[in-house]
C-alpha cells in the first residue's frame, strides 16, 4: 500500500543550529507534501506544506523541498529555537484524494 | 474565520461501554471532515474520511463507526469499546477542493 518513510525518529540538536527532517512517499501520484507541528498534549498544527509543481518553499525559517524524482522532499528549521521543540509529522496526498498518508513523526529537541 | 470544536476533551470509559465522539466545524460549509486515532506516543491514523452528509469511507476494520448528519458534524461511535481504543482522536477539516487539513483540540480517551 501507499507509505511515507520519515526520519530520524528522534533528533537533538543545540540552540541556534540546523535541523533537517527528510521523507520518502511512495505514491508517485502525491501532489501535496505538508508538514505539522505537535506538541505534546496538543493538536498537529500546519506549518508549511508544497506542491508538486514547486521546488522549494521558504517561511522565515522553515522551508521546505521537494524531489520528486527521488520521491522526496524535506523540512529544513534554521537558527533552531527551544519553542521548535515538538513532533514533527510529515504527510502526503493520497493519489486521486484529499486524503493524506502521514509519516511516522519526528521528536525535535532543541538544546539551549 | 473557521473554527473546529470536539467534545469530550477526555474521557475514561470501561471495557464494553459504548462511546460517542461529536465534531463540528464553524465558518465554512461542505467541509470534508476526518477523524484520526493517535495511540501514545505514535503517529495519525486515518479511521474516516467523509465529504458530504451520509458520505462516510472507512480507513481500517474496527469496532468503530462514523456519521455525518449534518452538513458540520461529525460523529464517531462505538457500540461497545476495547482497550485498544485507547488514544487521542482528533476531528479534521479541510475546504472541498482544497488540501489543507485543520485539526480540532481533540479527545483524549481512556479505555480502562
Known amino acids: 500500500g501507499e507509505n511515507v518513510e520519515q526520519h530520524p525518529s528522534t533528533l537533538s540538536v543545540q540552540e541556534g543550529d540546523s535541523a533537517v527532517i527528510k521523507c520518502t512517499y511512495s505514491?508517485?501520484?502525491?501532489?501535496?507534501f505538508p508538514w505539522y507541528k505537535q506538541e505534546l498534549g496538543k493538536r498537529p498544527q500546519l506549518i508549511i506544506d508544497?506542491?508538486?509543481?514547486?521546488g522549494e518553499k521558504k517561511d522565515q525559517r522553515i522551508a521546505v523541498t521537494l524531489n520528486k524524482t527521488a520521491k522526496h522532499f524535506s523540512l529544513h528549521i534554521t537558527e533552531t529555537q527551544p519553542e521548535d521543540s515538538a513532533v514533527y509529522f510529515c504527510?502526503?496526498?493520497?493519489?486521486?484524494?484529499?486524503?493524506?498518508?502521514f509519516g511516522t513523526g519526528t521528536r525535535l529537541k532543541v538544546l539551549a | 474565520s473557521q473554527t473546529i470544536h470536539q467534545w469530550p476533551a477526555t474521557l475514561v470509559q470501561p471495557v464494553g461501554s459504548p462511546l460517542s465522539l461529536e465534531c463540528t466545524v464553524e465558518?465554512?460549509?461542505?467541509?470534508?471532515l476526518y477523524w484520526y486515532r493517535q495511540a501514545a506516543g505514535r503517529g495519525l491514523q486515518l479511521l474516516f474520511y467523509?465529504?458530504?452528509?451520509?458520505?462516510i469511507s472507512s480507513e481500517v476494520p474496527q469496532n468503530l463507526s462514523a456519521s455525518r448528519p449534518q452538513d458540520r458534524q461529525f460523529i464517531l461511535s462505538s457500540k461497545k469499546l476495547l482497550l485498544s481504543d485507547s488514544g487521542f482522536y482528533l476531528c479534521?477539516?479541510?475546504?472541498?477542493?482544497?488540501?489543507?487539513?485543520?485539526f480540532g483540540p481533540g479527545t483524549r480517551l481512556t479505555v480502562t
Open positions: 467523509s465529504v458530504g452528509i451520509g458520505q
Open positions: 465558518g465554512t460549509s461542505n467541509p470534508n
Open positions: 504527510a502526503a496526498s493520497y493519489s486521486g484524494t484529499y486524503k493524506y498518508i
Open positions: 508544497i506542491r508538486s509543481n514547486v
Open positions: 505514491d508517485s501520484a502525491s501532489n501535496y
Open positions: 479534521a477539516w479541510s475546504q472541498g477542493l482544497s488540501y489543507e487539513q485543520y
